[in-house]
């Protein structure tokens, strides 16, 4: 089977939530990203997101670091799954048995505009940074603020922050205006890990063509998501995220597409694609549509060039 690159899940929220959950345990109860679901559909490298439950009112930057603690003790406890911080971490998870894990935030509440907790981040493993959840805080704003602004000073000195520490920035859950914001301030081709195609689907979160055009035109990268709201706003199918990822690429953006399921982040999926285990599915319907070399592109090639590219090289 193919190896699968996904930019995006919520494991680690379940685990904060419940911590009886056993991301070893051969069933899982709970978890839609497990070990044994990501052996089962050969998910080599898995985005793990550090998402703070609006319950938590006033973020904290401890708050980060249980999360982390998490991710640590019962992920990368054993070598089965390792943390890739940089260029040589991806070549030697690609190489052997292990599966690669990359650690990111979802929205930077808690980080509160001081370099010393970006940096902090940086050092623990933290690769990617979304800035703001769907709301707004310290640095930009999310897509549902009602005011919809753009990045604030201190957010723009984020931006720079983040480039220079080899930090890339994700675009999903920003405002238009904070999107375009990003685009005029970062160095670096930036991603959406999990946003799909407004066009297709009018939700509030998805991306419409000017902003997917701008991901393509810089080579950044676009997770087409499996949350079924994004991809039809009604009954989702399979079929209906193959209309997105047919659409993305009619824009020229066969290179830059790319997986973000959002995994245990959603309430209700896709039928056929309820959890990590399913992947196979998925690769059928590809398969039957696209030539191997698109759906390899797709499944994991276009993840693993940015990467590739864009990781700190040590």
Avoid at 37 to 52: C, D, E, G, W
Avoid at 239 to 244: A, E, M, N, S, V
């Amino acid at each position: 089977m193919m190896r699968i690159i996904d930019g995006h899940c919520d494991a680690l929220y379940k685990m904060f939530e419940n911590p009886v959950i056993d991301f070893y345990d051969s069933v899982a109860v709970g978890l839609d990203v497990s070990y044994a679901k990501m052996k089962k559909s050969n998910v080599k490298i898995q985005f793990f997101a550090i998402y703070l439950p609006e319950r938590i009112t006033v973020p904290k930057f401890d708050h980060y670091l249980e999360y982390i603690n998490i991710f640590y003790q019962k992920i990368t406890c054993d070598g089965r799954v390792r943390l890739i911080k940089n260029r040589d971490d991806l070549h030697t998870v690609w190489n052997s048995e292990s599966i690669g894990a990359i650690l990111t935030v979802e929205g930077a509440d808690a980080i509160q505009g001081n370099p010393l907790f970006t940096r902090t981040l940086h050092h623990l493993g933290v690769r990617f940074i979304g800035v703001t959840w769907n709301y707004g805080n310290w640095a930009a704003d999310g897509i549902l603020e009602p005011r919809q602004g753009g990045f604030s000073r201190h957010g723009k000195s984020f931006i720079k922050d983040c480039d220079d520490l080899g930090i890339l920035l994700d675009a999903s859950h920003l405002s238009v205006a904070a999107f375009w914001d990003l685009a005029a301030a970062s160095a670096r081709p930036f991603v959406a890990t999990h946003s799909n195609a407004k066009a297709l689907c009018g939700h509030p979160r998805n991306l419409d063509d000017n902003q997917l055009r701008e991901l393509i035109r810089r080579d950044g990268r676009i997770g087409v998501t499996f949350v079924p709201w994004f991809v039809d706003g009604g009954q989702a199918s399979i079929d209906g995220i193959l209309r997105h990822i047919d659409y993305i690429g009619a824009l020229g953006g066969e290179r830059q597409l790319v997986l973000g399921s959002d995994f245990d982040g959603i309430s209700r999926t896709i039928p056929g694609l309820e959890h990590a285990g399913q992947y196979g599915n998925l690769v059928d319907a590809l398969s039957k549509r696209y030539s191997n070399v698109q759906v390899e592109r797709f499944l994991y090639g276009n993840w693993y060039s940015y990467l590739e590219r864009h990781l700190p090289v040590h």
